[in-house]
């Protein structure tokens, strides 16, 4: 149909380039491109087909009013319009029945169900049960409505089937904006602030829902109207300019409902944390408005092609995001109820505070402790918040999940309402598959991240020992392997979607896992070094070698575990420094943190101490150490005397030790040398310094004293090696360092 530049004047050899590039070419290739052609060629005659209609209707506009008159006329026979008053005053009369009958109903109902309205309502289960009985109950008036209103125009009709016809369309019309009126004011709440669930100042809501129901009233009215004539035989071209003008109506108020509360719906977008809210959030809240303005206009223009052409689903297009809107929140309101009631049931409600107040006082009761209601109630407060603080990240957890079905089903919802097939054999029908999945793995990915983590942080220390030098006690070894364990079951939630939805795509993935048997055959022989770090790494956890958090020495390197992964772990040297370590390279641990660890600190005293005396004193601040509230409890065994070990020129060797829990030894070791310092000074015990004695022959003079000279010599000698101790740092006496 379509032909683009060139004069037709090919050579032959051009003409034959072409068809041998057309056999080249691929036939699925060919038909694709065959069919957007006539995809192409369908939308330009569809336009020029709406285009030549509208012009016929639009010639139509100066008559309508004599055509609509004609029809109306028509359906009077020899009266003309002379039917539509006794019409009109039956149809009053059966509305302000029905309508009486609704009131009725509903006083009767407030009633029977005021027990359900707790103005106190703290729990959003409760808040949601009282809104859906009120909801239920409405609904119910508004059946009544329509009941009594029927039976009522059936008793006083005048057979004419035109004033039947007119009946129905008013009946219904009234009916459907009950019905609309009853969800806007439960969804907005704006007569029940304490149980409104949409974070609306009074005033806003009083607004908004005051604008929707007028906005919905006038739309529902011209919408009434062509339905009306359409039932009264008016023209096709006619209905036509009907529809579009009440489909023109409804955007240009939602255009203006959009434009005045711009504000209030952004801050609503926001959510609780405002401007510090994600920045997709802040965008949103920013632009909806625009997007919801060019869907509307949008949605119209599409509405009003489809309806010139008379294809389906012309109608409601642009009211369809506010039905979904409505639709949405009655099924999250359901899901949120069934999270709350069912699976996972409020613990902090009053109901169970009671409970866990009256449980406390028989407990005490039984104890033979005095009756205190206050500290009771006080005491159960606190324990259902805590319970129930345990349980709220699997309750977000399912607050999320109940809000991404609910999303997805409204993206179904406003396809189908747009007339787009989500058919098996289309791409959207696996998308839908392909979500399930997705949302499926996303909720076992978070749960199991949720539920691991949680274990982490119980099996963590309370607190951490900053006292403790090296050599502190370690996580437990449940908490060293379980960050391992996440990781590998969160990789395989992983691996397993990612599998699933390629199949769901279409993708063979049988050569996938051949391929990745062969490609890790290839790894295994080109990696043999990261595979024995990883078995290495797997045995040292096996025999829970070392945990996170204890203070080994691995012989090249040395320090606390910080970190373990799956081929390496590495080490935080107490002066700062962290290492790295392959599982494979490790050759022995020695692990300063398990169990216990003994300290022994030896000093120098002088040869005329008293031995006996010196294990005594040591012997009695052993025991007041172990009696003292903050050094006592970090004891294993107590402070003891082990004697003297060595005798030297100038001084014996005598050594102390103790057991205590890893990483306590240093601190201890400096209260011990402390205490011992002014224990010794009290009791006359004196340590010993380093001396040199020199001795040269021929120093002595005539009268068998030491000769200046020889004097000055040896108090040089001495002098040199009282620095030269000093150089070596260990003028404090030997010490067993890390």
């Not at 009369?93 to 106190?120: I, N, T, Y």
């Not at 005045?260 to 959510?271: C, S, Y």
């Not at 600190?601 to 150490?625: C, H, P, S």
Request: hydrophobic share 50%; proline share 3%.
């Amino acid at each position: 149909m379509f032909s683009f530049g060139g004069d037709g004047g090919e050579t032959a050899a051009e003409q034959q380039g072409s068809s041998q590039s057309a056999e080249d070419t691929d036939p699925e290739q060919g038909d694709d491109e065959a069919e957007a052609v006539e995809t192409l060629d369908a939308f330009f005659l569809d336009a020029l087909k709406a285009r030549d209609t509208f012009k016929s209707i639009v010639r139509e506009i100066p008559t309508i009013h004599e055509t609509v008159l004609s029809v109306l006329k028509m359906h009077g026979e020899d009266e003309g319009l002379g039917w539509m008053p006794a019409a009109l005053v039956n149809i009053a009369l059966a509305v302000v029945a029905g309508l009486a009958a609704m009131s009725l109903l509903q006083r009767w109902g407030r009633h029977q169900f005021a027990a359900l309205f707790r103005p106190d309502a703290d729990t959003r289960a409760d808040k949601i049960i009282y809104l859906f009985s009120r909801a239920f109950l409405m609904l119910a008036g508004v059946a009544a409505f329509a009941i009594f209103s029927a039976l009522v125009y059936l008793s006083v009709d005048t057979g004419l089937q035109a004033a039947s016809q007119t009946a129905l369309v008013v009946l219904s019309v009234i009916s459907v904006f009950l019905v609309l009126r009853i969800i806007w004011l439960n969804v907005l709440a704006p007569d029940a602030e304490s149980h409104r669930l949409v974070a609306l100042q009074t005033q806003e809501a009083r607004s908004l829902y005051r604008a929707l129901l007028l906005g919905g009233g006038i739309s529902l009215t011209a919408i009434g109207f062509c339905l009306w004539m359409e039932r009264l035989g008016l023209s096709d071209k006619a209905h036509k300019i009907a529809l579009i003008a009440a489909s023109a109506i409804g955007m240009l108020i939602l255009i203006a409902i959009a434009i005045a509360f711009r504000k209030t719906v952004a801050r609503l977008i926001r959510g609780k944390k405002g401007e510090n809210a994600s920045s997709w959030r802040l965008v949103l809240a920013s632009l909806w408005h625009f997007i919801a303005i060019v869907y509307f206009v949008f949605a119209w223009a599409i509405s009003s092609v489809r309806i010139l052409l008379d294809l389906p689903d012309a109608t409601g297009l642009v009211g369809a995001p506010l039905q979904v809107l409505l639709m949405a929140a009655v099924a999250y309101g359901v899901l949120i109820l069934i999270i709350d009631k069912l699976l996972l049931p409020r613990i902090d409600t009053e109901d169970s505070k009671t409970r866990i107040a009256e449980d406390i006082r028989r407990a005490e009761e039984r104890e033979g402790s005095e009756e205190d209601p206050e500290s009771a109630m006080a005491q159960a407060h606190a324990e259902a918040a805590e319970r129930e603080a345990r349980r709220s990240p699997f309750r977000d957890l399912l607050d999320r999940g109940a809000a991404i079905l609910v999303v997805f089903a409204s993206l179904g919802v406003l396809a189908s309402l747009w007339g787009i097939s989500l058919g098996r054999s289309s791409l959207a029908g696996s998308f839908a598959d392909i979500f399930l999945v997705l949302f499926l793995a996303y909720m076992a990915y978070d749960a199991v991240k949720i539920v691991i983590d949680r274990q982490i942080a119980r099996e963590a220390p309370a607190e951490k020992d900053e006292e403790a030098e090296v050599g502190g006690t370690g996580e437990s070894r449940i908490a060293t392997l379980l960050p391992i364990f996440r990781n590998f079951l969160l990789i395989t939630i992983v691996v397993i979607a990612s599998m699933v939805v390629l199949s769901e795509l279409g993708v063979n993935i049988a050569p996938l896992f051949a391929g990745a048997g062969v490609v890790g055959l290839a790894v295994g022989f080109g990696a043999q070094t990261l595979i024995r770090d990883i078995f290495s790494g797997a045995f040292y956890l096996i025999d829970d070698a070392f945990r996170k958090g204890e203070y080994i020495d691995i012989g090249s390197a040395k320090g606390v575990v910080e970190k373990i992964s799956i081929r390496s772990m590495q080490l935080r040297h107490h002066r700062g420094a962290l290492t790295t370590v392959p599982f494979g390279e490790i050759q022995h641990v020695e692990n300063f943190s398990r169990d216990w660890a003994v300290m022994k600190l030896a000093f120098r005293v002088t040869y005329d101490t008293d031995v006996e005396k010196m294990r005594k004193l040591i012997k009695n601040f052993g025991k007041e150490l172990l009696e003292d509230e903050y050094y006592g409890p970090m004891f294993l065994a107590p402070l003891k005397s082990q004697g003297i070990m060595s005798m030297e020129d100038s001084a014996m060797i005598a050594r102390v030790k103790f057991t205590t829990k890893p990483g306590k030894q240093f601190e201890l070791r400096k209260v011990v040398y402390a205490g011992l310092r002014d224990l010794f000074e009290k009791n006359g015990i004196r340590f010993a310094h380093r001396q040199v004695t020199v001795r040269v022959a021929g120093a002595e003079d005539e009268n068998g004293g030491i000769s200046p000279a020889v004097a000055q010599a040896a108090a040089g000698a001495a002098a040199s090696a009282g620095a030269f101790d000093d150089m070596d740092g260990n003028g404090g006496g030997p010490e067993e360092q890390i």
